[in-house]
């Protein structure tokens, strides 16, 4: 008999459920004696002990939906160490939950702050396997995290689609992206979407090179411009500060978020009219694509060989179109942000985007 617990933890997305699909698949197939229980919205559910026994139709007909047939919730890291409600420790009451079950092993779906607790809680003695699920694209040591192709597809349909009515109308359009800390999501989809000016948190902007950018433009003919901005994005003189003073600043100063702030700032300068437009979770949901389909697939037949074979401490990655094994403690609390001196960057400049860091030549 074979015990695995498994669940998805942090924000969704479109591929948590085909990512658990092909663990369970693997496992039912190639050892038929699988017991698989579903912990019921990530890590709150293994503290409570919340968990229920899955059936092999649990897993079918998921691989084309979105969202987690588990439910998942935010249980930051941080907060690990505070007590639950009737005081007893978060980790201790995990790892008694796991205990109770008899469990073999636990599968971890999830981000950045999932796997310091996934490394946590192999440090303390259980057998993990993780699974790199973000539409952020910032797990370290993964080509490529699921999710991530999914919301991108959301997000260059955003950047198309507000193309036509930006050229009717002759303005900026600002379309504010996910991604969190880090600039992937942003950077594929606007190159993608064709836009003018990309924005991430790794490359800090200054308002003048945004200008030039549009100016020069206008200065062309083109009447339109469309900027894609990650929702971390920050202008130089606000680069040092946390993203929490940060959000506060902008926040005491009435704007929603970074993108607010910028188009007032073009419009006052310059008096192009200026849409903001933000997806948000849109990115998030939906049916997967294909390319994360197969992906996810693949990571999770790994994990669950990884788990027959007995090899635990480790998330399956992506390396050069090879799955691979790397152990949680390289993986947890580190981010995989996009190097502002890498070959994307490089070719993104060629094509003339500007990525609001140029040097300012002209008058504007
Ligand atoms: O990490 C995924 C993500 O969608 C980020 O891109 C975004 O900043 C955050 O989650 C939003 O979190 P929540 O769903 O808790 O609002």
Redesign the pocket.
């Known amino acids: 008999m074979l015990k695995v617990g498994m669940l998805t933890s942090?924000?969704?997305?479109q591929t948590l459920n085909a990512a658990m699909r092909g663990v369970a698949k693997t496992l039912y197939n190639l050892r038929p004696d699988t017991m698989i229980y579903g912990f019921l919205d990530g890590y709150k559910g293994l503290m409570y002990g919340d968990s229920k026994l899955m059936d092999p139709s649990d897993f079918s007909g998921i691989l084309t939906v979105g969202g987690t047939i588990l439910g998942s919730s935010?249980q930051p890291f941080k907060k690990m160490s505070e007590p639950m409600e009737d005081g007893s420790d978060k980790v201790t009451r995990m790892i008694e939950n796991y205990h109770a079950l008899n469990l073999d092993c636990l599968v971890i779906l999830g981000?950045?702050g999932t796997h310091k607790t996934a490394n946590l809680l192999s440090q303390k003695g259980l057998n993990i396997v993780s699974l790199p699920k973000?539409?952020?694209n910032?797990i370290y040591m993964t080509d490529m995290t699921f999710?991530f192709h999914s919301?991108l597809g959301v997000a260059a349909n955003a950047i198309d689609c507000v193309h036509t009515t930006a050229a009717s109308h002759d303005r900026v359009f600002i379309v504010e992206?996910?991604?969190?800390?880090v600039g992937w999501?942003t950077l594929y989809a606007g190159i993608a979407g064709g836009s003018d000016i990309i924005l991430i948190p790794e490359i800090p902007y200054r308002l003048d090179s945004v200008l030039q950018a549009i100016v020069r433009r206008v200065k062309s003919g083109k009447r339109f411009s469309i900027i894609a901005m990650a929702?971390?994005a920050v202008p130089e003189e606000f680069a040092d500060l946390s993203n929490k003073e940060y959000t506060k600043r902008l926040r005491a100063a009435g704007y929603p978020s970074a993108s607010y702030m910028l188009g007032n700032q073009i419009e006052e300068a310059i008096g192009q009219e200026v849409r903001i437009v933000v997806p948000?979770?849109t990115?998030?949901g939906g049916s997967p694509v294909p390319y994360d389909r197969v992906i996810a697939t693949r990571l999770g037949a790994y994990a669950g060989r990884m788990i027959i074979n007995g090899q635990f401490g480790y998330m399956a990655a992506l390396d050069n179109q090879k799955i691979v094994k790397i152990p949680l403690s390289k993986v947890a609390g580190k981010l995989k942000k996009v190097d502002p001196k890498s070959d994307i960057i490089r070719q993104t400049r060629d094509i003339g985007i500007s990525l609001g860091d140029e040097e300012v030549t002209e008058e504007i």
């Not at 942090?10 to 997305?13: A, E, L, N, P, Y």
């Not at 992206?177 to 800390?181: D, R």
Request: hydrophobic letters at 20%; aromatic letters at 0%.
């Open positions: 942090g924000g969704d997305c935010r981000g950045n973000t539409i952020d910032d999710g919301a992206l996910m991604g969190h800390k999501l929702e971390g948000g979770h990115q998030r």
